[in-house]
């Protein structure tokens, strides 16, 4: 140590700048593991199973273009789940919650009471939630202007899992008698009424009644724009979508499911989905931005943006992506810097070692004599203590 700290004074300079460098280092790293995480939880699609407070997993399935599928199959995959959790032994017992002085079981669900302003189609004590959706277009005519364009048709607790940052109103969902609500962005809401705060006020698809919801704020940006925002973001169920616009079907089905191991959920979905797997394609959303999750995908670059499935995502896989092709950047750049700030210490430790004043036999050699003489020193003790007591007793005699 003493060789150390010398050759620090010898070059005060140095090791400064060095010093510098390194705490750069170790704060770039920092830095970049803080970005990721900033990125994953401002994705608040990806969030479902975070909210819902663990225990479960998001699983997304997307369909390909001609394979999108229709209410009824929605109603029999739902049954299937059902069955399903009731084969596995899971249900609602599972998830109860418990008084504090009570011991909660060795596999605990967690069941949710979802509020119907979070966008859930039903209220009360839940165990598993899912939503549905898919593209068509849909013409309107507003008191100030018309709007004709795409539209996302939705179905299910599809505002659970895509909560839109709401300027005025609130969302819709299945629980609500009233079918006929429409969400829209700002740019829509403009072109149809010339204001934004229009939540509870009409527009007309043809004949057809509709009931402002609310207005949201989208998101914005040239990616956003890339992933599919390049057009004002209109929502209305799918079922008066069809009604009242075009409806080319649901391409994507996604579910919050008890996941009592990891990997259990995705997998049950695998394997009771009747679609072909050309056909789909199912993510698991939760822990998407994990490490683990991340790391293969810089072991195949390039790998990732071929595909053979005819599959057109919606805005927000696109931007899920999109962040994740940057998270695994930023995971290579913790790599990296992690890499550099061990070096400085390890060099460090290597000279130190290499220019100690002890050996490792002289120390296995001092540790040894220690050793032996501490044991001689108990056994002469002992010794002594058997002579003392022969003694007193010869004395008796």
């Known amino acids: 140590m003493a060789g150390i700290l010398g050759w620090l004074k010898a070059r005060k300079k140095s090791f400064w700048i060095c010093l510098g460098l390194w705490l750069s280092v170790v704060a770039g790293c920092l830095l970049a593991g803080w970005w990721r995480g900033y990125m994953a939880a401002s994705l608040a699609d990806q969030g479902a199973a975070g909210r819902w407070g663990g225990g479960v997993a998001q699983i997304s399935v997307f369909f390909s273009t001609g394979q999108e599928q229709v209410f009824d199959s929605i109603q029999e995959f739902r049954h299937g789940i059902d069955k399903g959790l009731e084969e596995a032994a899971i249900g609602l017992e599972d998830g109860r919650i418990f008084a504090p002085d009570q011991p909660a079981p060795a596999r605990t669900i967690p069941v949710q009471d979802v509020p119907e302003q979070a966008g859930a189609a039903q209220s009360g004590r839940r165990l598993w939630l899912d939503a549905y959706s898919g593209r068509g277009s849909i013409s309107l005519q507003g008191p100030k202007g018309k709007l004709e364009g795409p539209a996302i048709g939705v179905g299910g607790d599809f505002f659970y899992f895509h ?173 990296v810097l992690a890499v550099a700030g061990l070096l400085p210490p390890l060099a460090l430790g290597v000279r130190a070692y290499r220019r100690r004043s002890w050996r490792w036999r002289a120390v296995a050699v001092k540790w040894a004599a220690k050793v032996s003489d501490t044991f001689a020193a108990i056994l002469a003790g002992k010794k002594g203590i058997g002579q003392m007591g022969f003694r007193q007793k010869g004395g008796e005699k």
């Open 163 to 335: 909560p839109q940052n709401l300027i005025y109103g609130q969302h819709f969902s299945d629980a609500d008698w009233n079918r006929d609500y429409i969400l829209l962005d700002r740019e829509a809401a403009w072109q149809l009424f010339g204001a934004l705060d229009v939540a509870g006020q009409m527009v007309y698809a043809g004949p057809y009644p509709l009931v402002v919801a609310g207005v949201f704020k989208k998101p914005e940006g040239a990616l956003a724009r890339a992933a599919g925002l390049d057009a004002p973001l209109i929502f209305l169920s799918a079922s008066k979508l069809e009604e009242a616009g075009s409806f080319s079907g649901v391409n994507q089905y996604e579910l919050l499911l008890p996941n009592p191991v990891p990997g259990w959920a995705k997998k049950y979905v695998q394997e009771k989905l009747k679609v072909e797997e050309q056909a789909r394609m199912v993510v698991e959303n939760s822990g998407r931005f994990d490490i683990w999750r991340l790391l293969p995908l810089l072991g195949s670059p390039g790998l990732r943006s071929m595909s053979q499935k005819a599959i057109l995502y919606p805005y927000w896989e696109n931007l899920a992506r999109a962040y994740e092709d940057r998270a695994a950047g930023l995971v290579l750049l913790q790599l």
